[in-house]
């Protein structure tokens, strides 16, 4: 149960992370949030039982300290995300780096000075009496991730107020997730007490995520929060993914008639017009289409059906025939482009001149 969850939710963090990754190659954009994603997916990953039991192989426990550094990695990627969208990047960027350079020498140091560590799970609770670097450890690691969430939180907060639609909608999952997290990290720092304060403190293992309150704390919310998060951080880039969508569907719609208009006018044919975004693409390929179609004597008044009938027959546009009703005026001028040229393209391929080739073959 376990390790279906932590492997479930971590790799969909990293699938979603490597998607972030190829987006950012495309618009620039977004690499820190892919990263962040994947060292989350990948913190979950490690953090399995059964992964655990393999690393453990190596050193006693290296799944807890891999698992807890990749964490504190991803929360400071997050944390300079939401920042960037709240508008305080550059004013706190120095210190939150810091900060995860120090967390991260402390934890180390500390994990590797400590003997006597479990192999398999690595739980620590009969050790923290007897090993003040545990304590150390577990100290740092929640204090970093506590101030880590809390920023996350209250930047979130700000800029839930003055967002809209899907990125307020992300932030708000955000803002979630933050409440699970902090449910998790007073769970660690009570079992931390607990255990220091107990005479003989044994292991507490888990049977299942959400067996006991406890559990439920360590092993449950950690896992929901991670699953908000990816929720969160994916919501927003929602609208540009079916733009996206739309714009590919778009360019096929418009091969064909940008195809037929290139044979006749070569000299249309941008030389670079399979670089840049999707987006690029498709603006490229419009602005093509439109200098053949005035190359061919189709201006924006006529209508779809008579342009596709000029292009087949190389005549001029029939000068009585009704011209299409304007768009309507919540369209912009992009979307208006569009319409028309995609009915251009679509009367081109379905009403071939008797005799003639049909253009979509």
């Not at 050193?59 to 939401?82: D, F, K, Q």
């Not at 007490?193 to 292991?203: F, G, K, N, Y």
């Not at 590919?248 to 037929?260: D, E, G, N, S, Y």
Request: hydrophobic share 50%; charged share 20%; with cysteine.
């Amino acid at each position: 149960m376990i390790d279906l969850l932590f492997f479930g939710v971590g790799l969909l963090a990293v699938a979603v992370g490597i998607w972030r990754a190829v987006r950012a190659r495309r618009t620039g954009a977004g690499a820190g949030l892919a990263t962040s994603l994947i060292a989350l997916g990948i913190a979950l990953c490690l953090l399995a039982d059964s992964a655990q039991a393999i690393e453990s192989r190596l050193y006693p426990s290296l799944g807890r300290l891999l698992s807890n550094l990749a964490t504190m990695v991803a929360a400071y990627g997050i944390e300079v995300t939401v920042a960037e969208i709240g508008g305080v990047a550059e004013r706190r960027r120095r210190a939150r780096l810091g900060a995860l350079i120090v967390a991260l020498v402390v934890l180390t140091a500390s994990f590797f000075a400590t003997r006597g560590l479990p192999t398999g799970v690595g739980l620590f609770d009969e050790l923290y009496r007897s090993n003040p670097t545990l304590v150390a450890y577990i100290v740092v690691y929640t204090l970093y991730l506590g101030f880590a969430v809390a920023d996350i939180a209250v930047v979130s907060a700000g800029a839930v107020r003055a967002g809209a639609g899907a990125l307020r909608a992300g932030l708000g999952i955000m803002l979630l997730a933050c409440v699970f997290a902090f449910a998790y990290l007073v769970g660690k720092i009570v079992d931390l007490l607990s255990d220091l304060t107990a005479e003989h403190p044994v292991r507490n293992l888990c049977r299942g995520a959400f067996s006991t309150v406890r559990c439920t704390l360590a092993v449950g919310f950690p896992a929901i929060s991670v699953l908000l998060i990816v929720v969160g951080l994916t919501v927003p880039a929602l609208p540009a993914l079916g733009r996206t969508v739309r714009d590919a569907r778009t360019r096929a719609v418009l091969r064909p008639l940008r195809q037929h208009l290139a044979e006749r006018y070569p000299d249309i044919v941008r030389l670079d017009d399979a670089s840049g975004t999707g987006r690029e693409r498709l603006l490229t390929m419009m602005s093509e289409i439109n200098d053949g179609l005035l190359l061919s004597g189709v201006g924006p008044e006529v209508p779809p059906g008579a342009a596709a009938q000029v292009l087949r027959s190389a005549a001029a546009p029939a000068p009585d025939e009704p011209a299409e009703p304007p768009a309507p005026h919540r369209e912009t001028a992009f979307e208006a482009d569009v319409a028309r040229l995609r009915a251009i393209a679509q009367a081109f391929r379905a009403e071939p001149k008797a005799g003639a080739a049909n253009p979509a073959r």
